[in-house]
């Protein structure tokens, strides 16, 4: 499965932003999904995680309340509502999925990885 990821950009802290990730090439809808961030010279972080059927949802503590993933399998879609964002949410952010169908923390269970796409957030 290819996988996409858009909607960064330039947010004053305590904006919004809706991050999509869009799949093509399988049946995107048996996959769980998985957002990952990195900054430079760190190692990519785990942010949230839903399964295939929509359950199991996990988030990073950082994020618990802020963020929200969601996916709409008719759209082969998978988003991440970003709120009440923080300088130390900058970073570049990937989708992942997961032929497994269910929902990891660690980025090494997820078997496609799109390319980022940058969130920057301004004090």
């Known amino acids: 499965v290819q996988l996409q990821a858009s909607g960064g950009g330039l947010v004053q802290t305590g904006g919004s932003l809706i991050l999509s990730c869009v799949a093509s090439g399988r049946t995107f809808s048996r996959y769980a999904v998985g957002w990952f961030r990195q900054t430079s010279g760190k190692e990519r972080e785990f942010v949230a995680a839903l399964g295939w059927r929509g359950e199991g949802t996990i988030y990073e503590n950082s994020v618990k309340g802020r963020f929200t993933i969601s996916r709409d399998n008719d759209k082969n879609t998978a988003y991440l509502q970003m709120n009440n964002l923080k300088p130390e949410d900058t970073a570049v952010y990937y989708c992942?999925?997961?032929?497994?169908?269910?929902?990891?923390?660690?980025?090494?269970?997820?078997?496609?990885w799109g390319r980022g796409t940058l969130v920057t957030v301004s004090s």
């Open positions: 992942a999925a997961d032929s497994a169908g269910i929902a990891y923390r660690s980025g090494r269970r997820y078997d496609y």
